[in-house]
């Protein structure tokens, strides 16, 4: 079997590993070498040139905080969330493209990036999902504004499980990124081969970076420079870089990412857009929902699973039209000759929407 076709499960070969000691940030503990040409050309990039802010939320009654990256002031809110082994700086280039005409706000999931919880290995659908309920909550109280879920992989299914819910009344828009139901099922069963088949210690970061691009998980340098530093911490006994999220001790949850998804991304009552690497990843159910008009797809050519990494500005392009497509504004779902938004969720399927 070709693993490079396994491309939406616990992240194909970005998924990033650990080790026991406390999370820390990548740059908590940086050792002393003089920089090389190859160094250069893989340094880090840092958050500020892509986002405005960075924020942390703590979660009342909990040891819990999540980190975000926050970046514009107008529009509807376009919600990231990053797949399995990735951190909310996987959106960073795509970002500074999306925030002159929406505000986007990028989260670290639990386990992951600069975020910490009580139990960092509590990676089961429900609690990702009372996990990013509870920041918008934190942030927006009870009136929320606007929001257009966008998730990869494991962030895509928790999207999908959050407006399945019906509970965020403020959602207008799903936007989920190469994870379809048929072809991560299939693949979990060699997901503990691909991550244990990763290279797991890193001499410097910049190592970490040329590693990830050289070996064709991340297509796009700038990228890579920007988003592998916060997937990684320093581990002091081994004097070396390890991955930051725990992933392979996670299996006893991926199954419930995945199982009835598209089911639930169909029946969600919002437009939604799905965003492919290729038409192999499409399974039956969807196959036949596209062809309905339920949601709008697009294959997106010569990228990897990490589109909105590879691809940042044609990524951003989609996420603007998408809004645009739909008249989402600040409020929900505009419609042309009423004096105020209607809520998106009283909506169900706009016109634009069955187009495909």
């Known amino acids: 079997m070709d693993l490079s076709k396994l491309g939406s499960?616990?992240?194909?070969?970005?998924?990033r590993k650990e080790s026991n000691k406390p999370v820390v940030s990548a740059f908590a503990s940086l050792p002393d070498r003089r920089p090389t040409k190859s160094s250069e050309k893989y340094s880090p990039l840092d958050w500020s040139g892509f986002?405005?802010?960075?924020?942390?939320?703590?979660?009342?009654d909990s040891n819990d905080v999540f980190h975000l990256y926050m970046a514009g002031t107008e529009g509807p809110v376009v919600f990231c969330l990053h797949g399995g082994g990735y951190s909310g700086l996987s959106f960073a280039l795509s970002a500074s493209k999306i925030k002159e005409?929406?505000?986007?706000?990028?989260?670290?999931?639990?386990?992951?990036?600069?975020?910490?919880t009580e139990n960092d290995l509590?990676?089961?659908?429900?609690?990702m999902c009372n996990d990013v309920f509870a920041v918008l909550k934190a942030l927006y109280g009870d009136s929320p504004p606007a929001i257009v879920l966008v998730g990869h992989s494991m962030g895509g299914s928790v999207a999908v499980h959050i407006a399945a819910k019906k509970t965020l009344r403020s959602l207008a828009g799903l936007v989920v990124v190469d994870?379809?139901?048929?072809?991560?099922?299939?693949?979990?069963?060699?997901m503990q081969k691909i991550l244990s088949g990763r290279m797991q210690h890193f001499s410097s970061i910049e190592k970490?970076?040329?590693?990830?691009?050289?070996?064709?998980?991340?297509?796009?340098?700038?990228?890579a420079r920007v988003s592998i530093p916060t997937t990684l911490k320093y581990d002091d006994s081994k004097n070396c870089y390890v991955?930051?999220?725990?992933?392979?001790?996670?299996?006893?949850?991926?199954?419930?990412?995945?199982?009835?998804?598209?089911?639930?991304?169909?029946?969600?009552?919002?437009?939604?857009?799905?965003?492919?690497?290729g038409t192999d990843r499409l399974d039956r159910a969807l196959t036949i929902g596209q062809m309905q008009g339920k949601f709008q797809m697009v294959v997106v050519r010569h990228t990897g699973h990490a589109i909105q990494e590879d691809v940042p500005d044609e990524f951003a392009t989609l996420i603007i039209n998408f809004i645009s497509r739909n008249r989402i504004?600040?409020?929900?779902?505009?419609?042309?000759?009423?004096?105020?938004?209607?809520?998106?969720?009283?909506?169900?399927?706009?016109?634009?929407?069955?187009?495909?």
Not at 51 to 60: A, G, H, K, N, Y
Not at 101 to 116: P, T, W, Y
Not at 211 to 223: E, H, K, Q
Not at 330 to 350: C, D, F
Request: hydrophobic share 35%.
């Open 208 to 223: 970490a970076i040329e590693w990830s691009v050289r070996g064709g998980s991340l297509r796009n340098i700038d990228s």
């Open 51 to 60: 986002f405005d802010r960075e924020e942390d939320v703590c979660i009342p």
């Open 101 to 116: 005409k929406a505000r986007v706000v990028a989260m670290d999931l639990r386990g992951h990036g600069k975020s910490s």
């Open 329 to 356: 504004g600040p409020h929900g779902v505009e419609i042309q000759g009423l004096a105020r938004p209607m809520p998106a969720q009283t909506q169900g399927q706009s016109p634009a929407q069955t187009k495909s």
């Open 122 to 127: 509590d990676l089961s659908i429900e609690t």
């Open 9 to 15: 499960v616990p992240e194909e070969e970005q998924h």
């Open 179 to 190: 994870v379809v139901e048929g072809t991560a099922m299939a693949s979990l069963a060699h």
């Open 243 to 277: 991955y930051r999220a725990r992933l392979e001790e996670t299996e006893q949850y991926w199954r419930g990412w995945y199982e009835g998804l598209s089911e639930k991304f169909l029946s969600s009552p919002v437009p939604k857009l799905l965003l492919l690497a």
